[in-house]
């Protein structure tokens, strides 16, 4: 038996999505998802960056699933990330913490940063302060 993806990307801007997000697709079951008719799906939802294996945990929650992808989406101009890629990064890091080692997460984290920063050139991080760090 063969084991389930993730896919980690920005989602496709157009008719039906609005808002920049950077979006997370779990596979729930190989025949679909590997299949032409599943790759033209996620294609059209968002630009992958980067794939990795599921742990067994993710997949027995993948397995309880009825559709061919599960997606997780952190919104770029939405609370608590207000346009922030770095605080965006870091939530989605936080979020793989359990399932993905160290190393993994930051190679996922510097794909994700330099995809974003292609497409957006002119991108600058927001001034202001975000958050209080007492380390």
Same mark, same amino acid.
């Given at each position: 038996?063969?084991?389930?993806?993730?896919?980690?990307?920005?989602?496709?801007?157009?008719?039906?999505?609005?808002?920049?997000?950077?979006?997370?697709?779990?596979?729930?079951?190989?025949?679909?998802?590997?299949?032409?008719?599943?790759?033209?799906?996620?294609?059209?939802?968002?630009?992958?960056?980067?794939?990795?294996?599921?742990?067994?945990?993710?997949?027995?929650?993948?397995?309880?699933?009825?559709?061919?992808?599960?997606?997780?989406?952190? #919104? /770029?101009?939405?609370? @608590?990330?207000?346009?922030?890629?770095?605080?965006? *990064?870091?939530? $989605?890091? %936080?979020?793989?913490?359990?399932?993905?080692?160290?190393?993994?997460?930051?190679?996922?984290?510097?794909?994700?940063?330099?995809? #974003? /920063?292609?497409?957006? @050139?002119?991108?600058?991080?927001?001034?202001?302060? *975000?958050?209080? $760090?007492? %380390?």
């Amino acid at each position: 038996m063969s084991k389930l993806k993730v896919y980690y990307g920005w989602a496709k801007i157009g008719n039906v999505r609005k808002k920049r997000s950077l979006s997370v697709m779990f596979e729930n079951e190989v025949q679909g998802c590997r299949s032409d008719r599943g790759q033209r799906c996620l294609q059209t939802i968002q630009d992958t960056v980067f794939e990795r294996y599921q742990t067994e945990e993710e997949e027995m929650d993948a397995r309880q699933q009825n559709r061919i992808f599960t997606e997780y989406c952190l #919104f /770029l101009d939405e609370k @608590p990330i207000k346009g922030s890629l770095e605080k965006c *990064l870091q939530i $989605n890091n %936080e979020a793989d913490r359990n399932h993905v080692s160290k190393a993994m997460r930051n190679r996922i984290e510097e794909a994700l940063r330099k995809s #974003f /920063l292609l497409a957006n @050139p002119g991108y600058k991080d927001p001034n202001g302060q *975000l958050t209080l $760090n007492f %380390e």
